[in-house]
């Protein structure tokens, strides 16, 4: 800060140094280090204009009057002395720490916060602005003993002190702990912590989405576990920061990106561990509430294995570390060979079932045990329709029954279409009892008449 | 075709299979497709290298994935 000589650019501001002759600021309390160096801060003191007393010792007088303030004909108006005490406070403190309890803590409608650090006999107005106020996790309580980080300034119009707090913290995590509070509260109310909401993870997904930043362990973790476990299963990053101002923006536009793109089985989001405040992000009600609409199944995995995080309360399935999470999400392949292996076996074993079943079927028929086998099938059917179950009249050989027949052609193919049946193409008839031979005359398809102009006249 | 979508046909299939009025034709016909469906997932294995890509997004909105390797 630098003192205004008189006659210089008009300003509401009085020099300091004119102000520190008739009263010397008293050097603040110098406790904590930043203290000392905002003592140090402090301008040096007289600074009388000697100059100016030397050169014109006569004029003594002229000079006193023409300092204002120094006389009733030269006193200052309120607002620069409150301004210049502004200049002189802002100047004379660095940013600092300071403890305390707070008080009379009051939001305002513009978003600016309003409060009272208090301590013994002494009290200090605060304000957080709303713009300042973003590293601040939550609104203090009264009675929380908080230490506050701002700056020491003078608001004119009040002609208060004012502390102007960019940063806060509470004994045990207390504003952490009731950002979360609140942050879960909100979530809680929109249904989107119910239990019931979390779906199932891809059993064999195929592609991997991983939400965090390039340069990270997680997705160097993940990629590990699956390189691993199965390396058919395709990780593909969506890069977004993961800490910092940025972080909640930007995951939020990965996690977008995922939902419109779609074309992906499963999504991690995450990152290594890191201090608190790192993690921070994934604590953010957007980013959260994003998470909870992805139409892609999630895991979260926020390198910290105590606490929860808000993103771990939403997503689907919540994996203390990525390499965690990748271990949940990828199955391993040799299982997988496995159970192809087994589903090979079931599929031939149950196709030799069948192909014998008809084989005795065929049999039974040919055998003169046809009648009974007949008798058989009407005394089920009648029995299933008294019970009202008419499923089985579904099933090929109840169909029979009931007066239908199944078309094939001479090499044992069903027809189920008219197309591709020519005029002259020998077919069979198969019926409850037997199997005719019979020859294609004419095919024509559903809707249309079988005269001939009418067929002429169809549409292709 | 994904595994996951194979396996859950294969898991259909043998479901039908084993409905004992099945008749042959559709039987036969079930069988084959199962083969198929085998045939693709085995495919699913035999990748022996994890691949690494990056989603990126176009101006216009159109996403491609591309090989991330450093």
Known sequence: MTARRRGGPPSQSLGALELFESEPAPPPGAESRSASRAARAVPPPPARDTREVREAPRRAVYVEESIPGATPGSAVSVMALTATARDVLEGAFMPLWVRGEVSDFKAHRNGHWYFCLRGEDAQLKCVAWSRERRRIPAPPDDGMQVVALGRLTVYPARGEMQFSVTRMEAEGDGLWRKALELTRARLQADGLLDPARKRMLPRYPRRIAVITSRDGAALRDVYAVAQRRCPSVEVVLVPAAVQGDSAPESLCFALDQVARWGDVDLVIIGRGGGAREDLWAFNDERVARALATCPVPTISAVGHEIDMSICDLVADLRAPTPSAAAEAAVPVQSELRERLRMSAETLSALAAERVASARNRAAEYSSGLARDAARRVERRRLDLESSGRRLHALSPLATLDRGYAILRTVEGRTVRSVNGLEPGTHVEVVLRDGTAAATVDRALPNGESTSPRAVAGAAP | ?70
């Open chain 2, 1 to 70: 075709m994904t595994f996951e979508a194979s396996m859950a046909r294969l898991e259909a299939i043998a479901s039908r299979l084993e409905d004992d009025e099945l008749d042959l034709d559709t039987a036969l016909a079930l069988f084959e497709e199962g083969v198929a469906e085998l045939r693709a997932a085995s495919a699913f294995l035999t990748q022996a290298e994890t691949r690494l890509k990056q989603l990126n997004e176009a101006a216009d909105g159109v996403f491609r994935i591309d090989d991330l390797r450093d």
